[in-house]
């Protein structure tokens, strides 16, 4: 009986000693993890790096399944890094971008109007005929078209308004509408 009892508090105590070497490893691992994660955030990204992010936010509307996964495979395909971009990074750097892009003009506008308005679109009002030919233009030209295709095409009906501006004046007007319903 007293062998019995021996062999078992032995036995435990091996158990214990792999259960704390485990727990070792892990912890160096982790840490090791950690080390590799902090050298690779802290490589600074190239302008093709953010274009391509530009680009992909953009094409990426928020509120698409999978958004940041497949904005960070968007930047990885067109650049070609050897160390590719998760998706981790991609939102930590839009939301550095972002947060350091001039203040909104209006309160109607969203992070990503920010960039639009960083890219040289004019403040200028909108003139009321300028608004009516912003309407038309939308009767013109369905949303089903292809979002670029479209607002060019709406751009080049209105005088002296990029197509930058367009889309700013829409969201604007969309969005006081729908305060207005509330």
């Not at 892990?26 to 490589?43: D, G, I, V």
């Amino acid at each position: 009986k007293q062998c019995a009892v021996e062999t078992a508090a032995g036995a435990e105590r091996q158990s214990l000693l792999a259960i704390k070497q485990r727990n070792q490893a892990r912890k160096e691992a982790a840490e090791k993890q950690r080390e590799l994660k902090a050298a690779k955030a802290s490589s600074p990204w190239s302008k093709e790096e953010l274009a391509a992010l530009a680009k992909a936010v953009k094409k990426y509307p928020p509120g698409g399944s999978n958004r940041w996964d497949a904005i960070a495979l968007f930047v990885n395909n067109l650049c070609k890094l050897a160390e590719p971009r998760t998706k981790e990074e991609c939102i930590e750097k839009y939301n550095q971008v972002a947060s350091s892009a001039a203040p909104p003009t209006d309160s109607t506008n969203s992070v990503a109007d920010d960039k639009d308005a960083e890219d040289g679109a004019t403040s200028e009002a909108w003139t009321e005929e300028q608004d009516a030919q912003l309407q038309e233009m939308l009767r013109k030209y369905p949303a089903d078209m292809d979002k670029n295709e479209r607002w060019k095409a709406i751009a080049n009906g209105i005088d002296g308004k990029s197509k930058k501006e367009c889309v700013q004046r829409f969201k604007a007007i969309r969005e006081a509408v729908r305060q207005g319903k509330k």
